[in-house]
């Protein structure tokens, strides 16, 4: 396989330009000094005897030293790991437990709930990301930053193992490869304009594949720009649009509704941005309208973690044509829409859609059983119901797994509900998605108690709130008698709607 070592590449062509800056500090790092920082970390990881496969943990905000770490992992096929600074203790101990990171790297902020997980004192090398930003700030020039001799790395080793909440309540890391990272990067720019000259504002978190793989990675690989915010602020965004010339913003609608909504908002010179892309759920109509009045085009869109993500499209001249749909599959994706048997449905008849193509993820991490039910003769079941219009407009019909969106995180029902059964007051448990004003979804849990008990819903969602990151505990509860069930024994989720 050819190396990829973008880094190094575009300190070749391009060495005195900017690649990315912090919002926060005014910190940048030239394609040039982000390759001599990479060489100098490959350096220093061989000294620690990482290699290729092993896993770095890290437990950050965005800034420009992931950015090093990610130079370093394309040099010398290390892993990295990036762990939702969101969750708690518990929930981080489980992910260290199953990654087995060789390294582990923590901003300050996130220090104390990292050494509270039991797993991470079995960690042979702990580094704070301070003491990595004056590895990095060091200005003394050395040996390691001239040149490093690239790890040999086939196109199917992982860059990142990303973990995603899963439907049986654990999490499951996708293994994310150095092949799909390239041809992610080609369906994207094969769809939108992605070159040297393209501009952007990172606000995604980095421990989804959105904060890495939707626009950040696509850039780096062309040449473009990117700035880095560490969390999102409308006014913020906003101003950064404009002060960085971005050419493309991506966003969830929670986002580009708080940003519409400001005052600023009429006044904001929007001229250098070719269009914001949209993803994580459909965008209302009159909120596209908002943005077209302004001349913004909205590009909407569809993508996962464990394939892509970027896989399809809808071109901004559909927006209000086509409202709803995500578009149509970008070059390099395949896609079928198929029965519960795998037999391949005609246009108009919803089904689960299967993809296909080089960004697919080989399955997930030391977790074979997820990855045989994923994959099934090269395709890969999305459990999102579809269907297909005349014109090859695909429309998300259902999410067969139950799953929510929550100002743009995901929540898996059956991860809160095993939560929520571990209090000793709780016999039976149900959670579904609600509409939310503010964040698009929120969750709504049916709760069953034992005979006699009298437990009020707040120390029910205190008792999450200790065991679950904030975006997962449910708004709001409802005591019942008894969990409605269907007649396959199942909870009965559509009939849980009419009990709100």
């Known amino acids: ?12 062509y391009s060495p005195e330009k900017t690649a990315f800056r912090e919002a926060e500090t005014g910190r940048s790092l030239t394609y040039a000094r982000l390759n001599s920082l990479g060489n100098r970390l490959a350096h220093h990881l061989v000294r620690l005897n990482l290699k290729k496969g092993d896993r770095i943990a890290v437990l950050a905000e965005n800034c420009l030293e992931y950015l090093v770490l990610f130079a370093a992992a394309q040099k010398t096929g290390v892993i990295l790991v990036p762990l939702n600074y969101r969750l708690t203790a518990a929930e981080i101990d489980y992910l260290l ?34 003491a990595l930003k004056d590895f990095c700030e060091n200005t003394a020039h050395t040996p390691d930053d001239e040149v490093f001799e690239n790890t040999p790395l086939d196109e ?61 990675t696509p850039f780096l690989h062309h040449g ?14 906003l101003e950064l649009i404009e002060k960085e010339q971005v050419t493309v913003f991506m966003g969830v609608p929670t986002m580009l509704k708080m940003m519409a909504d400001l005052p600023a908002f009429v006044r904001a010179d929007f001229s250098c941005l070719h269009y914001i892309i949209v993803g994580g759920e459909p965008m209302p109509v009159p909120l596209i309208e908002k943005w077209h ?16 993500p970027n896989l399809t499209s809808l071109h901004q001249d559909d927006a209000v044509r086509k409202a709803g749909s995500i578009g149509r599959p970008n070059f390099y994706v395949n896609i079928r829409i198929a029965d519960g048997e795998g037999n391949t449905l005609p246009p108009g008849q919803p089904g689960e859609l299967l993809l296909q193509g080089p960004m697919v993820t080989p399955g997930y991490w030391r977790n074979p059983e997820a990855s045989e039910k994923a994959i099934r003769d090269g395709w890969f079941r999305t459990g999102d119901q ?7 407009y695909l429309y998300v019909v259902d999410r067969i797994k139950n799953m929510f969106i929550s100002g743009g995180e ?39 108690l034992k005979p006699g008990s009298k437990t009020p819903s707040e120390e029910l ?15 709001h509860v409802t005591f019942l008698e008894e969990i409605p069930k269907n007649d396959t024994g199942k909870i009965d989720r559509k009939g849980l709607a009419g009990f709100k």
């Open 293 to 308: 009045a302004r001349g913004v085009p909205i590009r909407q869109g569809y993508g996962m973690t464990e394939v892509g």
């Open 97 to 130: 437990e199953n990654s087995e990171p060789a390294m582990a790297l923590a901003e300050e902020k996130f220090r104390a709930t990292l050494e509270t997980a039991p797993a991470y004192g079995r960690i042979p090398h702990r580094w704070s990301l301070e």
């Open 461 to 475: 969602l205190d008792f999450c709130r200790s065991r679950l990151a904030r975006f997962k505990v449910p708004k």
């Open 156 to 216: 199917d080793d992982p860059v990142f193992i990303l973990y995603t909440s899963g439907t049986t309540g654990f999490p499951k890391g996708a293994l994310y490869t150095h092949k799909m990272l390239f041809w992610n990067s080609i369906n994207t720019a094969m769809s939108l304009v992605v070159n040297s000259d393209s501009r952007t504002v990172n606000c995604m978190p980095p421990f989804h594949t959105g904060g890495w793989n939707v626009l950040t």
């Open 224 to 237: 473009g720009f990117t700035c880095l915010i560490k969390k999102f602020d409308p006014e913020a965004v």
């Open 1 to 12: 396989m050819l190396q990829q070592d973008w880094a190094a590449k575009w300190a070749v």
């Open 410 to 448: 995901n929540v898996y029902p059956a991860e809160v509900e095993r939560v929520l059964l571990a209090h000793p007051c709780v016999t039976g448990a149900a959670v579904i998605g609600v509409p939310d004003e503010k964040w698009g979804e929120s969750g709504h849990a049916f709760v069953t």
């Open 386 to 392: 579809v269907r297909q219009d005349g014109e090859g």
